[in-house]
């Protein structure tokens, strides 16, 4: 996310670092002033608050608080993942069973044979990481690959091809043989060919290895303006959900660091 | 060398007809099959979790070793990520040790969660509220009849998903005209054209999948011979 | 072409009055609430007849895919959907796909059990995080104890009252899928066309148009779209909170962009028919 360094001139450097004194000073003291931080939750609501407000520091331009915040970001999400993963799942499946709290002596067999072919498999993985052992780690790679391709073609086959053709004709039939008024019947007729129209220009469309020219590049015409429509209604919710983003980052200044009543 | 090369593309295929074959077998066995190679997916994905995070580790080491330009701010990421570690780990054995849990103590690893984490991920994407509005204002134009159509969808699409056009439309009569236009454009061309992606995408993933069983895509099994 | 270096200031100065524009318009509904409301969406309401058709005692399973970059749309909505399982006195039965999402659901889980005074293991129980992806899933579709053989909080699934008569996907009523990522997708796909489940989706607004195909095919069984639909969830339930306050400021937003948008391009037209069509 870095933006290209600018050059600053000392003038405006010295501005600037007054200017960021100031913010600073006023942050603490608003901060202190709305409610002491004496307790461990409201600690973290200034250290929340001055975070994100930090973040947007990004806006007037890239610099250093901005970089510390997002690289200390980085490694805490990372070792979050990291320490969830141990606790919800390598603890509770390999070594709780095995080392922590082994079963009875007859039991731990069983309990060993069971999981000793994952655990091979999943230290074969690691060896991607070695540059002399890395080919080790495609024993564990093609298991998996090959399993995720093998049971997704039937899958995607049903869900994603056979119920969307499904869908895509289903409703036209339904115009037919549907016993509503004339005009109400002519409407979902009408509903029905442009879903069912669209459909299919959109997807020829993307058939490249077919010139579009003559009818081809008629029908390809038609799949790119249902292409422009649905492209500015990802535009429409894309702007809309970035901005609820900022709107829940200013609820949480105003209601929860500054604490205005709501 | 055929144990580094042909045998996993063998494994890839057999492992693949296996998980193709199941699907259409009823009997308990093809259950038990699957039940077993999930389970073993699964606990392979722990594993993974942690290249991942070695991956990402290295670059910052490396950074800081090479002394790149920006290497301080590295030494961050293994702050952050050193004080979840100790925290989260310190509170396991604790846990482990101590008969009696006691749910209202003080965390360190969920605060840092709650007070870092937290507010840091839900404001950086939040940036680009600004980044997307500033970008739509000052490059946004209907140069061409397809642009245009994008940006009248665009313009329908805002306007229709929020209260204040119920509030005009009632100013004229009809609160539910501008959600309805919405509406209808979301379900018809909108969902049109998101289907015929929809299946190209799929029909792509098919062709992918069996690529992959065949041997001709490679490129998941890294570098070398 | 690059533009004229004369440009750069003005360039510069619009990028701050349009970061200015949306500054103003996010923070005038906190000090001048706007009277502003709003009819819940059809697909909205739909996932919420569907929770309320549940009988008494009936499971619900809460994936919730989201970690806390996506909060802002997810959480009032996963907030909402909670409160009407436990108004309803359902068995929510809460799990995540994404291990950054797991503070969050744990937040969720409690604060909204603590509201209606109901108990873990008891009433609801909050299974945390596993890796795997379609194959969790899978297994969880074959035996959920299988999958979970612990819940978040180590107490052992086998046995437990919140899960009671519930062994597997296929005995759960209702799905609910709450994501920022492909999960619904992978949802319908391994999890609802293969057990049969009803499956409904919320998500955030940036990947809401794409799940409309599998409204259309009835794949999904209502759906909620980014805050706006967490703002309708909080209408139907009566309860306006985040979500609803919220969408003051995001229709002044919307409105604002709008017109500044319309007026560059006004302005583009007019330039063109002034100086002719650009080159």
């Known amino acids: ?262 | 060398m055929w144990y580094r090369l042909r045998i996993p593309l063998v494994i890839c295929f057999v492992m693949g007809l296996l998980a193709f074959t199941q699907e259409f077998i009823p009997h308990p066995w093809a259950g038990a099959f699957r039940q077993e190679m999930t389970t073993w997916f699964r606990i392979m994905g722990g594993f993974g979790m942690f290249l991942g995070a070695y991956s990402l580790l290295h670059m910052h080491i490396t950074r800081i070793r090479r002394k790149m330009l920006g290497w301080g701010y590295s030494v961050f990421v293994f702050i952050g990520a050193s004080a979840m570690i100790v925290s989260g780990l310190t509170e396991e054995i604790i846990e482990a040790v101590r008969p009696y849990p006691q749910p209202d103590a003080f965390s360190l690893f969920q605060w840092l969660y709650d007070y870092v984490q937290v507010p840091c991920g839900a404001t950086v994407f939040s940036l680009l509220a600004f980044f997307m509005a500033s970008a739509a204002v000052r490059t946004f134009r209907a140069r061409n009849a397809g642009a245009a159509l994008l940006l009248v969808a665009a313009v329908i699409v805002m306007f229709g998903r929020v209260p204040m056009s119920e509030y005009l439309g009632g100013l004229f009569g009809a609160p539910g005209l501008f959600p309805k236009s919405a509406d209808l454009l979301m379900e018809y061309p909108n969902m049109a054209a998101k289907r015929g992606i929809l299946l190209g995408i799929s029909l792509g993933m098919i062709s992918q999948s069996l690529r992959i069983l065949f041997g001709i895509e490679r490129s998941y099994l890294g570098g070398g011979d | 072409m690059a533009a004229p270096r004369g440009n750069t200031k003005w360039q510069t100065l619009a990028r701050y009055v349009a970061y200015l524009v949306v500054a103003v318009a996010v923070l005038v509904p906190y000090v001048l609430p706007l009277p502003l409301t709003f009819k819940p969406s059809d697909w909205a309401k739909k996932l919420y007849d569907r929770v309320e058709a549940l009988p008494e005692g009936s499971a619900v399973l809460f994936s919730f895919d989201y970690d806390p970059a996506a909060m802002a749309e997810l959480y009032p909505m996963s907030l909402g959907l909670l409160r009407h399982c436990f108004r309803r006195n359902l068995r929510p039965i809460v799990m995540t796909h994404w291990p950054n999402g797991v503070g969050l659901c744990k937040q969720l889980v409690e604060k909204t059990a603590e509201e209606a005074g109901k108990t873990s293991g008891q009433d609801y129980v909050f299974l945390g995080y596993k890796p795997g992806g379609s194959n969790l899933v899978l297994n969880m579709g074959e035996s959920l104890q299988g999958a979970f053989d612990r819940d978040y909080y180590g107490k052992p699934t086998e046995g437990m009252p919140a899960l009671a008569e519930v062994k597997k996907l296929k005995d759960i009523p209702l799905v609910v899928d709450i994501a920022a990522g492909g999960t619904v997708e992978m949802w319908i796909a391994y999890g609802r066309d293969r057990f049969g489940f009803d499956l409904g989706a919320g998500c955030t607004a940036v990947i809401a148009p794409d799940l409309y195909p599998f409204l259309q095919s009835k794949q999904l069984c209502g759906f909620l779209g980014g805050l706006r639909g967490a703002a309708d969830y909080e209408t139907m339930l009566d309860k306006p909170e985040d979500a609803t306050k919220g969408m003051q400021a995001q229709s002044l937003v919307h409105v604002f962009l709008i017109v500044l948008i319309i007026s560059a391009n006004i302005g583009y037209v007019w330039t063109r028919v002034v100086r002719g069509p650009e080159d």
Not at chain 1, 9 to 36: D, H, K, N, T
Not at chain 1, 69 to 93: D, F, H, M, Q, R
Not at chain 1, 207 to 213: T, Y
């Open chain 1, 1 to 262: 996310m870095a933006a290209p360094e600018e050059t600053v001139s000392p003038v405006r450097r010295a501005v600037e670092l007054s200017v960021l004194l100031g913010l600073l000073v006023a942050f603490l003291i608003v901060s202190v002033v709305i409610e002491a931080p004496t307790t461990a939750k409201r600690i973290g609501i200034v250290l929340g608050a001055g975070l994100t407000l930090v973040m947007y520091s990004f806006l007037y331009r890239d610099n250093p608080l901005f970089k510390i915040a997002e690289n200390l970001y980085v490694g805490v999400a990372l070792g979050y993942g990291a320490i969830l993963t141990w606790k919800l799942s390598l603890k509770p499946e390999i070594v709780a069973p095995l080392i922590l709290d082994p079963p009875h002596w007859a039991a731990f067999w069983g309990e060993l044979a069971r999981r000793i072919v994952p655990i091979i498999l999943g230290l074969l993985l690691l060896t991607r990481l070695s540059r002399k052992y890395a080919w080790l780690s495609r024993y564990a790679y093609t298991l998996m690959v090959g399993w995720g391709a093998g049971i997704g073609i039937p899958i995607v086959a049903h869900s994603y091809i056979l119920q969307q053709l499904q869908a895509a004709v289903r409703p036209l039939n339904a115009a037919a043989a549907s016993d509503a008024g004339f005009w109400a019947s002519g409407l979902a007729m009408l509903g029905a060919l442009v879903i069912l129209i669209g459909t299919v220009t959109v997807l020829f469309y993307f058939f490249f290895s077919v010139e579009h020219k003559g009818v081809g590049g008629a029908v390809s015409k038609v799949g790119i303006w249902f292409l422009m429509v649905s492209f500015g209604a990802s535009f429409g919710y894309t702007v809309m959900g970035r901005v609820s983003l900022l709107i829940g980052r200013v609820q949480f200044l105003i209601y929860e660091w500054l604490q205005v009543p709501q």
